[in-house]
């Protein structure tokens, strides 16, 4: 896609983070916006800022993206609103840290129903009229944590890996039946964003240390600074972004060390992760 000009994209998880540096950023180059979020007042603030930022025309709406109702009622709702939709930036997210063994079922189901069903009712919801467009691409926001395996995100992982292997399978599909889609699975190193700080973790783990290790050790770059990456990734139709240097190295030493990243990274783990309650 070589111009965001009048292009209607479609963005959840809008109200902080990545999303809202996303909406900014796309706002300056014109486009018209369907911002979504869970969050009231994220959202609107994204809304505001947007608009300052030259934002054309945005419909913004409160949308649990793992409620499959709820979000069917949303997608009709922006395509009639637009009559078309461009691209679908399916970025909503949350982060579970713990023990498989630690975890309770609900907060399984949530991070599950957010990171991996939200990004497939996105996605599906939207395609009929992406391919009629003409004009489309679809991003679908994985994690460094998607092409590595970290201890203590094992639902994560889960949730991450399957988002990539889904976009790849999609974009095989778009490539075979010849349809003007293009698709992107976009892998985030360490994003300075409160997702650590909104995270859920076990029993046994503290939150806010496990929010510190993440803002202090692993959060490096700034969200706008991520958005340019994903904006310039969807400009040059690339299959896969990484996102920060943190991604591209971990992404090569799981490349080069094969399986033997997960012992390497398993005896590191036990001298720098926050350590466990008893």
Partial sequence: MKSFDDKVVVLTGAGSGIGRAL??????RGARLALS??????????VELAKQAGAREIKSDLLDVADRQAFTAYAEGVIAHFGTVNVVINNAGVALSGRVNDLDWEDIDWIIGIDWW??????????????????????????????VSMPDQAFYN???????GFTEA???????DGHKVGVTSVHPGGIKTAVARSARVSAKD???ATAKFFDEKLAKMEPERAAEIIVKG?????????VGLDAHVIHNFGKFTGSRYQDLIALGAKYVMPKKQS
Avoid: W
């Fill in 23 to 28: 909406a900014l950023n796309l706002a300056g």
């Fill in 170 to 176: 999609l974009r095989e599909e778009m490539l075979i």
């Fill in 206 to 208: 503290d939150q806010a």
């Fill in 118 to 147: 939200g990004v497939v009712h996105g996605t599906k919801l939207f395609l009929p009229a992406l391919i009629e467009s003409g004009d489309a691409h679809i991003v679908n926001i994985s994690s460094l944590f998607g092409l």
């Fill in 37 to 46: 979020d869970v969050n009231e007042a994220g959202l609107a603030e994204t």
């Fill in 158 to 164: 889960a949730a991450k890996y399957a988002v990539r």
């Fill in 234 to 242: 969807i400009e040059k139709k690339q299959a896969r972004v990484l």
